[in-house]
């Protein structure tokens, strides 16, 4: 459905935003992960057609959208990082608002998508009254009005509790049935329950791109957990990567990704998403939630 090829975005004389990025997607949910400033806003910005690439091409269903804008903007959907809702204006008239700018006359759509995305009973209230959550949401239906191809959703889950990051999570999941979802985040638990593949980009350039099953598979045995005594802790993990420690009494509780046994005792032990990423160093400790 989408390919991207040898696509580069470099902003005045600095180093590329995007660096020789070149994936191919069709449908699911594709995670794009990576530190703040790797690059993920201006990919999705170039697939949305809001800045162009500096080189490289982009193909929707084989049509050159640099070329082409039109071809992919009909068919997309783009909930945006920092997209604000009107305050004064309802939910029902805020997509209205959207369905005249997108040319969609089909008043009874709003309706199902409200309904959809569990606003219906908001759908005279302002904006303004709106939780951060709801706010979302209305991106969502904002982005879903044309009943696109393609949804790219930048950082949804920023900013919300922990409820409304799930409620938001089983919605992506499930658009990612019939639709491919592209969404950023540099939360690996947001998505990890629902990526039918990780995209990783690491200071513009894309360093893997498999299923988080395989991610899983090349992790395993390489994933330790162990208990150490207080004092022994600084000269290990100035020896093993730890992924996390955990203060217990006088000891410490550790999961640690090592190609062999770490310590005495170590255990191997299942790796998370999460850990797998970073015994690859593709994310780090940080990114957690
Ligand atoms: N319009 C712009 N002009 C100049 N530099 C830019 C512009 N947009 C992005 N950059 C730079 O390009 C790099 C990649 O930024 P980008 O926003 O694409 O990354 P990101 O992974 O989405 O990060 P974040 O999660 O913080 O949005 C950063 O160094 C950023 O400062």
Same mark, same amino acid.
């Given at each position: 459905m989408l390919e991207i090829?040898?696509? &580069?975005?470099?902003?005045?004389?600095? *180093? @590329?935003?995007?660096?020789? &990025?070149?994936?191919?997607?069709?449908?699911?949910?594709?995670?794009?992960i990576g530190h703040n400033g790797a690059g993920k806003t201006s990919l999705m910005q170039m697939i949305a057609t809001l800045t162009r690439p500096s080189s490289g091409q982009i193909l929707f269903q084989g049509v050159d959208?640099?070329?082409?804008?039109?071809?992919?903007?009909?068919?997309?959907?783009?909930l945006p990082q920092d997209f604000g809702v009107y305050a004064n204006l309802s939910a029902l008239e805020f997509l209205q608002y959207f369905a005249a700018l997108k040319g969609v006359r089909n008043p009874a759509r709003l309706l199902q998508l409200l309904e959809m995305l569990n606003l219906h009973e908001h759908a005279h209230k302002p904006a303004s009254t709106f939780s951060g959550g709801m706010r979302r949401r209305l991106g969502i239906a904002q982005a879903l009005i044309n009943?696109?191809?393609?949804?790219? &959703? /930048?950082?949804?889950?920023?900013?919300? /509790? %922990?409820? =409304?990051?799930? $409620?938001? $999570?089983?919605?992506?999941?499930? !658009?990612?049935?019939?639709?491919? &979802?592209?969404?950023?985040?540099?939360?690996?638990?947001?998505?990890?329950?629902?990526?039918?593949?990780? *995209?990783?980009?690491?200071?513009?350039?894309?360093?893997?791109?498999?299923? @988080?099953?395989?991610?899983?598979?090349?992790?395993?045995?390489?994933?330790?957990?162990?208990q150490v005594a207080h004092s022994d802790f600084e000269a290990l993990s100035a $020896?093993?990567?730890?992924?996390?420690?955990?203060?217990?009494?006088?000891?410490?509780?550790? $999961?640690?990704?090592? @190609?062999?046994? @770490?310590?005495?005792? *170590?255990?191997?032990? =299942? %790796?998370? !998403?999460?850990?797998?990423?970073?015994?690859q160093r593709y994310a780090s400790l940080e990114q957690a939630a």
């Open positions: 090829r040898q696509v &580069v975005k470099t902003y005045g004389k600095n *180093a @590329p935003a995007v660096d020789h &990025v070149s994936l191919s997607l069709t449908q699911g949910v594709v995670g794009l959208i640099v070329k082409n804008p039109n071809a992919i903007r009909q068919r997309l959907g783009y009943d696109p191809d393609i949804l790219i &959703v /930048d950082e949804p889950t920023a900013g919300l /509790d %922990p409820e =409304e990051r799930l $409620r938001f $999570r089983n919605l992506l999941a499930e !658009l990612g049935f019939k639709k491919l &979802v592209i969404m950023s985040t540099h939360i690996v638990s947001d998505v990890a329950s629902i990526a039918s593949e990780l *995209a990783i980009m690491r200071q513009g350039k894309l360093i893997a791109h498999q299923s @988080p099953d395989v991610f899983l598979q090349q992790a395993r045995g390489q994933i330790w957990s162990a $020896r093993v990567n730890v992924l996390q420690a955990q203060r217990s009494g006088s000891s410490v509780n550790l $999961r640690i990704a090592h @190609p062999h046994s @770490p310590c005495a005792d *170590a255990a191997l032990a =299942e %790796p998370s !998403l999460e850990e797998a990423l970073m015994a």
